[in-house]
């Protein structure tokens, strides 16, 4: 039975995106050895949607309240990529990595399954 989700981020600066993680998000994490940080993450749920090009994957961190989570996180130095945008699922954003990724942020506007 599957139990749980393992997310990868491939980064240039990997070291830099662990201590951001860590440090910034503040997420709670074990050492697998030699320093190779893996996080604990907030609740996870999957979505499959349709394309006509190549297969992808992406990942946003969803929130209650994106006001709020943007003025807190940039109170701690992160920047974002750009405005909020109004979709019709969700507000949607992306934070900037120092690593040079971005990760997306969104406040659903839609059901969840977190509370299934």
Known sequence: MINGVHVILYSRDDAADRAFIRDVLGFRNVDAGGGWLIFKA???EVAVHPT???ASHQMYFL???INATIADLTAKGV???G???EERWGLLTSL???GGGELGLYQPLHPTAHDL
């Open 52 to 54: 006509d090009g190549p």
């Open 96 to 98: 900037k990595l120092p």
């Open 83 to 85: 405005p909020v945008s």
């Open 63 to 65: 929130c209650d309240d």
């Open 79 to 81: 920047e974002f990529a």
């Open 42 to 44: 907030p609740p996870a």
